[in-house]
Structures are given as C-alpha cells and as structure tokens.
C-alpha cells in the first residue's frame, strides 16, 4: 500500500465518485462520504475494494457538525490516519431566477454545505493531523473543490457564487495556518463539468459552448478533475499551497 488514506466527501456521483476512485486506483485508501446511505455510495465502495485498497462509507451531511467527528471516526477505523481530505461536497441553488427573489433557505443551504460544512471538517481534519507525527514521505493536504462561479459571477445562483467565494478563502486560510507544518491547501475550480448538477442546464451551455463561451469547445467531464487531484494529494505540486487550480477549459480567461 501507499500509505496514504484519503476522506472524499460528496462521493456518491460526479466529481467526488470520479476522484474517490482515481485515489483508490493509486493506491490510496478511501473513505468516502455521503449525506444519507445510498446504493451508489455502496457501488463506489465495491469498486474501490474490486482495486484491492481498503474501503468504507463515512455517512453523514457535513452541513451537520455535531457528525463531523462520527465521521472522521468511521474514516479511520476504515482505512487508517487520513492524509488527504476532499472537500467536495456541495449542493445548487434550490432554484435559479432573479438575484433579488434569492430566498434565505436556498441561501443557508449553499453556505451550510459549500462553505460551513467544509469550514468545519477541514478544522477537524487539521487538529487530528497537528496532533500526530508526520508519516514519513507522506504529502498531507486539503483539496477543496470550489467552482469557477468563486469568480465568475451568475446572477441566476448568486448564493452558490457567494458559498463558493467563501470556500475559495477557506482553502487560502488553511494553507497559511497549515503551512509551516508542511500540510498543503489547494482549491480546484471546475467550470462546466458535466455531472447530474449541471444536467439541467446541459443543452443551453453546449450551445453557449460551441458559440465560445470555452476555449475548449466541450463540457468538461469529472475525469478531467482526478487528475489535478492526483498530483495534488501526492505532492507532486506541494508548492503551489493556497493556489486555484482552474479546470474550466478556458472559461475564466480574459478575452476582449
């Protein structure tokens, strides 16, 4: 094994499944992690132990902070001391339309999850890390997944866009606490990646796509996040701490 063990929260489908079992492939143990039990949660952990590394589902909706110990708890016992926690974990808006109509319940809801759930566990996470030895030859870090609206402003979610800023600085502020006891904090922006999230709103951003709206003239696909999140959770971009990684195909580039 490879020592390393990585919580991936949001797990069940999309960008979480997709990089819980790009970790698993490279030897990581994993635990992942999902609001409520769920037959793909379970499907993701038979296809980790099928790849011959430990596995178990950590439930529990991170937005709940008195389970966020239960859950780091269920994570080790499964699969040892954690390296590597996956923020990623996130919910939309409850429904798109005008700015002022923004209800406070869709508002809580995006921060409870995107930012204050992922605040809190990545504090969690932190104080069990500080309080042993460092496992030797070992990269430990943070990867938060934020989303390219932490910049780029849609006024048709703009409580996602505020949740996401928020969870952008989140992974700034650990980077900087982490940093001299050489635990990194990164952020992966994903554009418009193709998941059940965006399956709504698919059709019209293919065709804004095919207009320019990307530089890569195609939705991205959650396979296209693993392999950021590799390099990181092995260090092999341990420099860049409190840096965002833009994996939007070109979005967010400035062009006149």
Known sequence: MTGYAALVTG????IGRAVALGLGANGFGIAVNDASASAELDDVVAELKALGVPAVAAVGDVADLSRLEAILDVAEDGVGPLTTLVNNAGVSVLQRGDLLDVSPESYDRCQNVNARGAFFLAQAWAKRALSRPPPAGRHRCIITISSSNAEAVSIARGEYCVSKAAASMIARLFAVRLGADEIGSYEIRPGLIE????????ESYETRIKAG???????GQPSDIVSIAIALATGQLAFCTGQALAADGGLTIPRF
């Open 11 to 14: 797990a069940g489908r999309g």
């Open 195 to 202: 998941t059940a999230m965006t399956a709504v709103v698919k």
């Open 213 to 219: 709206l990307t530089v890569v003239q195609r939705m």
